[in-house]
């Protein structure tokens, strides 16, 4: 069975970081794209940054420079690494995974950046 687990998240100042893990069961992530996505408060669910099998990867325009997708095929985890953060990253984060047409996700972790 697929299962994600997020970590990491807490309150920081803007301008601070924060490293995000999700340690992933039940599927490789050497063979599956797996992604960050964040929810925000009255908003909809957005992609922030993804690496495929490959080790390519992409960002959401808004952390580009700022976030960095890492992976550990090893240990089976996915890291976030999160800079120079800003009070409009503050959200729940999800990592997910897409395995045949089934989507899984992990519990979330809360991020949150004050000014």
């Known amino acids: 069975q697929v299962q994600l687990v997020e970590s990491g998240g807490g309150l920081v100042q803007a301008g601070g970081s924060l490293r995000l893990s999700c340690a992933v069961s039940g599927i490789s992530t050497s063979i599956k794209t797996i992604g960050w996505y964040r929810q925000a408060p009255g908003k909809q669910r957005e992609l922030v940054a993804a690496?495929?099998?490959?080790?390519?990867?992409n960002y959401a325009d808004s952390v580009k420079d700022r976030f960095t997708i890492s992976r550990d095929i090893l240990k089976n985890m996915v890291d976030l690494q999160m800079n120079s953060l800003k009070p409009e990253d503050t959200a729940v984060y999800y990592c997910?995974?897409?395995?045949?047409?089934?989507?899984?996700w992990g519990q979330g972790t809360q991020v949150t950046v004050s000014s």
């Open positions: 997910n995974v897409k395995v045949g047409w089934n989507y899984y």
């Open positions: 690496i495929g099998p490959g080790g390519s990867t």
